[in-house]
C-alpha cells in the first residue's frame, strides 16, 4: 500500500514537473520568435526596449500567474521584477535560440567598443618606452594625447621595426581608454591604449 502511494505521488510530482516545463516552453519558444524579427538596423536602445517588450508579451496571463507562483516573481511589476524574470527566462532561450542570443550579444558588443573608440591625429613628439612604448602626440589644437601601445594594432606599418622614426611625423592613431596595470605605481590607471595607427588622416 505505501510503495503505490509513493508511487502515486511520484507520478503526480513528474506531471507537474512536465506541466511546469510545457508552460515555459511556450514562453520561451515566443520569447525566440519574437527576437528573431528584431532589426539589426535598430539603434541598440530601441533593441533593448523592444527585448524588453518580447520577454513580456511572450507570457499570457495564465503564464503570469504560474511564472509567480514557481518562481515569485511578477511579470507585471517588470521595473521590480524585469531583471530577474530576463535571467530566468534568457537561461532558457539560450538552449532554444542560442544564435538569436549570440547575434544581440556580438551587436552589443560591437557597439561598446565603437563607443570606447576615439581618433586623433598628430604629430609624435615624443616617444617614451617605461613601463610601456608611449607616443605623445600634438593634435591641431597642440593638444597632447599619451597614447600607449601595449597590444595587438591594426596597421599596414611595420610598427615593431620602425616606431622609434616616428618622431616628427604625423600619424592617425584610434584608441580605447582602459584601466592598465601600472607596476610603477602597483596600481591601475586610466589608458588611451592604441588600437590603430594610420600615416595618414583617419577616416
Keep these: 500500500m505505501i510503495k503505490q502511494c509513493l508511487f502515486g505521488l511520484s507520478i503526480l510530482f513528474a506531471s507537474a514537473g512536465a506541466f511546469a516545463q510545457n508552460y515555459m516552453d511556450g514562453v520561451t519558444s515566443r520569447s525566440c520568435e519574437c527576437i528573431q524579427k528584431v532589426p539589426d538596423s535598430e539603434t541598440r536602445e530601441v533593441k533593448n526596449m523592444q ?88 593634435d591641431s589644437s597642440n593638444v597632447l594625447h599619451r597614447l600607449a601601445w601595449i597590444t595587438r594594432v591594426t596597421s599596414s606599418l611595420d610598427i615593431s621595426a620602425t616606431y622609434q622614426s616616428y618622431v616628427g611625423k604625423s600619424f592617425g592613431f584610434k584608441f580605447e581608454n582602459k584601466d592598465i596595470f601600472d607596476p610603477r605605481i602597483s596600481d591601475y590607471r586610466s589608458m588611451k591604449v592604441i588600437t590603430e595607427i594610420k600615416q595618414d588622416e583617419m577616416k
Design 51 to 138: 527585448l524588453g517588450l518580447c520577454l513580456l508579451k511572450s507570457f499570457s496571463e495564465d503564464d503570469k500567474a504560474k511564472f509567480k507562483k514557481e518562481f515569485n516573481l511578477d511579470v507585471n511589476n517588470p521595473i521590480r521584477d524585469g531583471r530577474d524574470i530576463g535571467v530566468r527566462l534568457g537561461t532558457r532561450m539560450a538552449s532554444v535560440c542560442p544564435d538569436q542570443l549570440i547575434r544581440l550579444s556580438k551587436e552589443a558588443q560591437k557597439e561598446n567598443s565603437e563607443a570606447r573608440e576615439s581618433a586623433v591625429v598628430g604629430t609624435v613628439t615624443k616617444i617614451e618606452n617605461s613601463p610601456f612604448v608611449t607616443f605623445v602626440v600634438k
